[in-house]
């Protein structure tokens, strides 16, 4: 049996984890790209990793990166691959904002590269190709809940570079029949997911005040409404698109919607910490109650996380993946943030030890 091969560009971010236990696990041979930093930055697959020494060994790691042509097509033409699962970008709508070239050079004009790669290699019969797309590009909604028709009005550097990445993978399909797909992901989380993102946030920051470790968690739009899925079922969906007979764009989403602040509830609920919300708008507080009655601030608002436009509410139709790809989540809301926070208070209570008793204390534990 042939094996299949697979390309993962942004393999050390959450998705690229994921997906790449994923698809080892089906017995795929997976190249991922990695960029070079100056610090070790490939912590979230460092489990999955073999000595390439070794005979056995599926997981092979690139040095390339999006903005630059001459890494993607050599990776590209050595690798042959099957399918190109392209998720690597500049992720966070807040820092678009900040840096909104290169976001447009990594998220936009990357995808860009790799099709025409994929075409100038000679692949576009050989080579499947997934883009990240996101609801961001829905920005300003225009139909609740959204689905494949719903009108894209972005709302970030990020989103609009997002949609000639989407609109780019739709053009190299009707224009060269390539099989390309675009999965329009609403937002999913996990214990891997970057700390500076909303979700994590909270666990690590709530997890960190429960030990005394953090006085209080900062947000920005407490109102916020979005629809959080497991990173875990979506890597699922983004393989099932590459598997069907004809490439077709879909959305996935759980259909249910909470607010940033519900998030915080909920896992101050799976602390056992009990909150006291008060005020409004940038006044917003929650109290954390004591047992003897005592009450301190642990959440408040800090305008500078606030955006210059915001996405207020999102909420996905995911009906065209149930029934074509028959994908359904299957981590619920409650099981998401019972692992995620759970996750961070082992990490707390690791920094909690090493706090109190130097790393010494870590050794005594062994
Ligand atoms: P992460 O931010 O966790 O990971 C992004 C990955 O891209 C990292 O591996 C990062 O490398 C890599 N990367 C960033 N810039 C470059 C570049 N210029 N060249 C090469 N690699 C680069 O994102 P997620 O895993 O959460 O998301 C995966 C994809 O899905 C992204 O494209 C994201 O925009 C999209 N998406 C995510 C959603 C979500 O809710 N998570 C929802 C919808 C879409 P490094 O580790 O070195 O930083
Ligand atoms: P998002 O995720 O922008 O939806 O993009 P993020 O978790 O950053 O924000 C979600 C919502 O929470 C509000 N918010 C805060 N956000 C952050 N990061 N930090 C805060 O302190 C804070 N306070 C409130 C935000 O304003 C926003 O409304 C994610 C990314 O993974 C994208 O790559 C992906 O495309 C989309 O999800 C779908």
Redesign the pocket.
Known sequence: MNQKVALITGITGQDGAYLAEFLLDKGYIVHGIRRRASLFNTDRIDHLYQDPHLPDTRLFLHYGDMTDSSSLVRIIQQVQPDEIYNLA?Q????VSFEEPEYTANSDAVGPLRILEAIRLLGLQKKTRFYQ?S???MYGQVQEIPQKETTPFYPR?P??VA?LYGYWITVNYRESYGMYACNGI?????SPL??E??????ITRALSRIKLGLQNCL?????D???DWGHAKDYVEAQWLMLQQDTPEDYVIATGVQYS?RDFVKAAAKELEMTLRWEGSGVDEKAYLVDTAGGERVVVAV?PR???PA???T?LGDPSKAKKQLGWEPKISFEELVREMTREDLVTAQRDELVKGHGYKALNAHE
């Open positions: 970008a992720s966070h709508v807040h990240a996101t609801s961001e970030s990020y989103g997002k992901l609403f937002n999913h989380e997911r970057g500076t993102f909303v979700t994590r946030k900062y947000l920005g739009n407490m916020s409404l979005r940033v800090d996380y606030f955006r915001e996405v207020e999102l």
